[in-house]
């Protein structure tokens, strides 16, 4: 079974939708969660991170973490034609910051 | 100021030959960590590295093997290459005070013939 799922997608969206991306995971010590965005041909960039049950914000972006269900997802307001890419979730398995990542799931934001 | 950088960009070797990869982190940065990315698959940890030694290390064997240096830059090394080792390498870099906010470089693309 593997530890962080994702829907691999596509997703499509239209312009100015909220963009909804969901991850889950197995190990229900994990104690952080990680977004990150990849365009295509390009490396990871960090989205945000989150520790506490909820929702956190930062501009356009909503990570919410679900401990009990063991789910995270990633809401995207006003999405834009630049936010097409894949979307990587990540999970803190070991501490430390030994990341096990999701095979992520690619958005396409269309006009 | 400079962010993460990896050499070289791209590799091609023959199976059963060896690699090494290079990483230097971004300024101010004292932790790297590598992870090995599959085509169409999420990055995998390979290892990281702190003051010189391997503070974690993933699913791999120990033909990947690794080292710090004093001025935190990092090399990978991967022994006996497999057609399956073809992926991209990146490298990214922390604090050791934050080790969430992390940057990835631009990686090494390795493809084994």
């Known amino acids: 079974q593997k530890e962080v799922e994702q829907n691999s997608g596509p997703l499509s969206v239209p312009e100015g939708a909220i963009a909804s991306l969901n991850c889950t995971y197995s190990d229900r010590g994990s104690q952080s969660f990680f977004w990150y965005r990849q365009y295509s041909g390009k490396s990871p960039e960090l989205i945000m991170f989150?520790?506490?049950?909820g929702d956190k914000e930062d501009g356009r972006f909503t990570a919410q973490l679900n401990k009990a269900s063991q789910y995270v997802s990633l809401l995207i307001r006003d999405s834009q034609p630049s936010d097409s890419a894949t979307y990587l979730c990540a999970v803190d398995t070991g501490g430390g910051n030994k990341l096990t990542f999701g095979t992520g799931t690619q958005l396409k934001v269309e006009l | 100021d400079a962010g993460v950088t990896q050499s070289p960009t791209h590799l091609i070797k023959t199976r059963g030959q060896q690699v090494t990869l290079r990483c230097s982190p971004k300024?101010?940065?004292?932790?790297v960590s590598w992870y090995q990315q599959a085509l169409g698959q999420g990055p995998q940890f390979i290892f990281q590295y702190y003051e010189e030694e391997e503070r974690q290390r993933g699913n791999f064997p120990d033909r990947f093997s690794g080292h710090q240096f004093p001025n935190y830059s990092s090399e990978l090394n991967v022994n006996a290459l497999l057609l399956g080792d073809s992926a991209l390498y990146l490298c990214a870099s922390s604090t050791q005070q934050v080790l969430e906010t992390q940057y990835f470089g631009p990686g090494t693309r390795l493809l084994v013939l």
């Open positions: 989150i520790y506490s049950n």
């Open positions: 300024s101010g940065h004292d932790t």
